[in-house]
């Protein structure tokens, strides 16, 4: 069945830092592929989205891009601040499942 | 503005009692669902509805019921709570194309059964 596979956490970098969460896919069809960001003690909020291959999908300074070649959709930002400190977690919508598929989540700290 | 709830945000309850958490939201969209969420599982789907009186199993939809009054109501009962339940849940809408709209959540329940 169809899946999503996020790197491990937690991630821990220092204000200012480069971050890269890699997030890998499994799927029949063509699914749209969605970041959910999770802040302390809230629900999830969609962080950004792309729903064909080469979108790239961008929001608050992350940005992601669908490769469809190498079934990814890694989330970036250039400059993490401490406000960044969330877990987020990568998903899937398949044609014909009309719900998502999460990935387990990665935890990031970000220290000043 | 638009907005969805969720009730209780903490409950304690004993092994083998019904236990009933709501779900409100305001949006007036077509599909519900409930996940929860445990360390090292991400949010797994227990019950979704497409609408009124449509209502659906997910991948861990033992021991829970869910059923679809209403346009903005999908409450999730377990039946005979166990320890295993103990976890947080959370509920989430969204309009009618799931795969390119987005899904709005709950603030989440946090459960607790001993």
């Known amino acids: 069945g169809d899946s999503v596979t996020q790197m491990e956490g937690p991630v821990t970098l220092s204000e200012e830092a480069c971050l890269t969460i890699?997030?890998?896919?499994?799927?029949?069809?063509?699914?749209?592929l969605f970041w959910y960001v999770q802040y302390p003690g809230e629900g999830l909020q969609l962080l950004l989205k792309a729903t064909k291959a080469d979108d790239k999908g961008s929001n608050k300074g992350f940005e992601a891009t669908y490769r469809k070649e190498t079934t990814s959709f890694h989330l970036e930002k250039g400059s993490v601040q401490v406000s960044d400190s969330a877990v987020y977690f990568c998903?899937?919508?398949?044609?014909?499942?009309?719900?998502?598929?999460f990935g387990a989540g990665t935890r990031l700290a970000v220290h000043p | 503005d638009a907005e969805i709830t969720q009730s209780p945000r903490h409950k304690i309850t004993e092994t083998g009692r019904q236990v009933t958490l709501a779900c409100h939201q305001t949006?007036?969209?077509?599909?519900m669902f409930w996940y929860r969420q445990d360390l090292g599982h991400g949010l797994r789907l227990i019950h979704y509805?497409?609408?009124?009186?449509?209502?659906n199993k997910g991948e861990v939809s033992d021991g829970y019921s869910v059923s679809r009054s209403n346009t903005e109501d999908l409450p999730l009962t377990l039946e005979s709570a166990a320890s295993s339940q103990t976890s947080v849940y959370f509920c989430?809408?969204?309009?009618?194309?799931?795969?390119?709209?987005?899904?709005?959540f709950g603030p989440g329940t946090r459960l607790t059964v001993l």
């Open positions: 890699n997030c890998t896919y499994t799927a029949t069809g063509y699914p749209s």
């Open positions: 998903a899937l919508s398949d044609r014909g499942y009309n719900k998502l598929i």
């Open positions: 509805s497409y609408g009124v009186q449509d209502t």
């Open positions: 949006w007036n969209h077509n599909n």
């Open positions: 989430a809408s969204s309009d009618r194309d799931t795969r390119t709209d987005t899904q709005y």
